[in-house]
């Protein structure tokens, strides 16, 4: 999958979601705005630019995200060119809050990977939390194919498996540099969800053994027995105290509002109290392998 899976909390109420869509809601008034001015009817603006009339409803009330052409082709049929360069500022604005995986991945997984590598070499401390996946820094090989096997059947984006595990095992690298602080969380169920063969899984887990070890790396694991004081709706990423990434099926939410930050910071926190580390977190990582391992065996015969 895409990052380095996770739903939402049930009633969908994350700030950043709502941060879309009344960024999508004021783009589609002022867009409305400029209609009216002039003194065009929906069914009028629709039949200039060879839309159907739906559309220019589901841009003014933000139940659709324009293209770049969309908002070009608008401010031209409503006299309004001088307006097209704000305009197109504020889709480009609210596309980086608001990435749709579709989007993204039409040329491919590997220049999502090349992207977020950027950003990596920007970050200085990471802060991930996983509810259902190994985190993408500290992957295999094999478990990261089938990572992104699993987004190209889901999103049927073009088959650049090679490339895409290639970019992100040279992300792997900034793991060594230790002007680099990474702290992971992640749930006991993250190491046994079954989102690849056991023998893959088990050589997984083997490699989150060797680098917990590192000395710029802190590996926590919440055991399945741990009573919560939050619970683990999804998982996110915190990049130093600048953006919160959140996954959703259908896309990335890049959360930047300094209360989201706050927010995110104070749960990390919370569910960092509860995880084992060291010896501890080790021991329920080599439980997991003990149980798995009958099963790869048998995989592999």
Same mark, same amino acid.
């Given at each position: 999958?895409?990052?380095?899976?996770?739903?939402?909390p049930?009633?969908?109420?994350? $700030?950043?979601?709502?941060?879309?869509?009344?960024?999508?809601?004021?783009?589609?008034?002022?867009?409305?705005?400029?209609?009216r /001015?002039?003194?065009?009817?929906?069914?009028?603006?629709?039949? $200039?630019?060879?839309?159907?009339?739906?559309?220019?409803?589901?841009?003014?009330?933000?139940?659709?995200t324009?293209?770049?052409?969309?908002?070009?082709?608008?401010?031209?049929?409503?006299?309004?060119?001088?307006?097209?360069?704000?305009?197109?500022?504020?889709?480009?604005?609210?596309?980086?809050?608001?990435?749709?995986?579709?989007r993204?991945?039409?040329?491919?997984?590997?220049?999502h990977?090349?992207?977020?590598?950027?950003?990596?070499?920007?970050?200085?401390?990471?802060?991930?939390?996983?509810?259902?996946?190994?985190?993408?820094?500290? /992957?295999?090989?094999?478990?990261?194919?089938?990572?992104?096997?699993?987004?190209?059947?889901?999103?049927?984006?073009?088959?650049?498996?090679?490339?895409?595990?290639r970019?992100?095992?040279?992300? /792997?690298?900034?793991?060594?540099?230790?002007?680099?602080?990474?702290h992971?969380?992640?749930?006991?169920?993250?190491?046994?969800?079954?989102?690849?063969?056991?023998?893959?899984?088990l050589?997984?887990?083997?490699?989150?053994?060797?680098?917990s070890?590192l000395?710029?790396?802190?590996?926590?694991?919440?055991?399945?027995?741990?009573?919560?004081?939050?619970?683990p709706?999804?998982?996110?990423?915190?990049?130093?105290?600048?953006?919160?990434?959140?996954?959703?099926?259908?896309?990335?939410?890049?959360?930047? /509002?300094?209360?989201?930050?706050?927010?995110?910071?104070?749960?990390?926190?919370?569910?960092?109290?509860?995880?084992?580390?060291?010896?501890?977190?080790?021991?329920?990582?080599?439980?997991v392998?003990?149980?798995?391992?009958?099963?790869?065996?048998?995989?592999?015969?």
């Open positions: 999958m895409p990052r380095d899976g996770m739903t939402l049930p009633t969908n109420k994350v $700030s950043g979601a709502t941060n879309v869509h009344e960024a999508r809601s004021a783009l589609g008034k002022r867009l409305r705005e400029l209609r /001015q002039a003194g065009l009817s929906g069914r009028e603006l629709a039949e $200039s630019l060879s839309w159907p009339p739906s559309k220019i409803s589901k841009l003014e009330n933000g139940h659709q324009p293209s770049d052409d969309d908002i070009r082709g608008w401010t031209t049929a409503t006299s309004a060119e001088d307006e097209t360069e704000s305009l197109l500022a504020s889709l480009h604005t609210l596309e980086v809050q608001h990435a749709e995986w579709q993204q991945f039409r040329v491919g997984m590997r220049p990977q090349s992207e977020i590598a950027q950003l990596d070499a920007k970050t200085r401390l990471f802060r991930a939390f996983e509810v259902s996946v190994i985190p993408g820094l500290l /992957q295999t090989s094999e478990y990261a194919r089938a990572r992104f096997a699993e987004g190209i059947a889901l999103y049927g984006s073009p088959n650049d498996v090679d490339q895409a595990v970019v992100r095992m040279q992300r /792997q690298e900034i793991l060594y540099r230790r002007d680099k602080r990474f992971f969380v992640l749930t006991e169920a993250a190491l046994r969800f079954r989102r690849c063969p056991a023998d893959v899984l050589a997984q887990l083997d490699r989150l053994m060797s680098l070890a000395p710029n790396v802190r590996l926590g694991i919440i055991a399945e027995e741990t009573a919560y004081a939050v619970g709706w999804h998982g996110f990423w915190l990049r130093d105290n600048n953006r919160v990434m959140v996954e959703t099926y259908s896309a990335e939410l890049n959360l930047a /509002q300094p209360q989201e930050i706050e927010l995110y910071s104070k749960v990390f926190d919370q569910l960092a109290a509860i995880a084992s580390y060291g010896r501890a977190a080790r021991a329920i990582i080599t439980r392998i003990d149980q798995l391992a009958p099963e790869a065996s048998e995989d592999g015969s």
